[in-house]
């Protein structure tokens, strides 16, 4: 499913729909050149959820987390493992985390992503972008299906 980005702005309104989704457990892979959007996206689900602190790229750290009133919301940027397995992962695949994987491409150990969203960002111009939202497994093609009857 494509969906267009004109401004920062409308990647805001794309995340809030994302989010209002959202109910623990999930884990949405988020691929697409620097600059793309990728943790401008992830900005807007925190701001949707009402978290806060400020979201800033978890490039050195790998990953951090950000409390929320349902779950808390995990966000991975997988950019520096550049195919290193990434083993603490798995410490946070539950219901009690929703998991943003920047740069899933990189990731060695894939084998817990059986059933994810995948998110592809493609830079169009300076303020836009196509958003690709695709679903792998049950659970995230209904998750897609009732986003497409709420966009
Ligand atoms: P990534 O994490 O993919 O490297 P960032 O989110 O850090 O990308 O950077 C995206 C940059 O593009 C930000 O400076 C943001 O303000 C800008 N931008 C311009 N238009 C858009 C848009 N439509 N959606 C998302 N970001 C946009
Ligand atoms: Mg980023």
């Known amino acids: 499913m494509k969906i267009k980005s004109k401004n920062e702005q409308d990647t805001y309104i794309l995340a809030s729909k994302i989010a209002s989704l ?3 457990g999930e884990i949405i892979l988020l691929n697409g050149d620097l600059g793309a959007g990728k943790t401008t996206f992830v900005k807007g689900i925190a701001k949707a959820l009402n978290i806060n602190e400020v979201v800033t790229s978890p ?4 990953l951090k987390t950000y409390s929320s009133e349902k779950f808390t ?3 991975v940027d997988a950019y520096r493992l550049d195919g290193s397995s990434f083993d603490e992962l798995y410490d946070y695949l539950n219901n009690d985390n929703v998991i943003f994987i920047e740069w899933s491409s990189c990731l060695a150990n894939t084998d817990f992503l ?3 969203l995948s ?3 493609t ?3 300076k303020n836009q972008r196509e ?3 695709n679903a792998k497994g049950k659970r ?3 998750f897609l299906k009732e986003f497409d009857h709420n966009v």
Request: aromatic content about 20%; charged content about 10%; overall charge negative.
């Open 73 to 75: 919301l995990v966000h």
């Open 123 to 125: 830079y169009k111009s």
């Open 59 to 62: 490039t050195f750290t790998l």
């Open 114 to 116: 059986q059933e994810y």
């Open 131 to 133: 958003f690709d939202i």
């Open 119 to 121: 998110i592809s960002i």
């Open 22 to 24: 959202l109910n623990g």
């Open 140 to 142: 995230y093609l209904s």
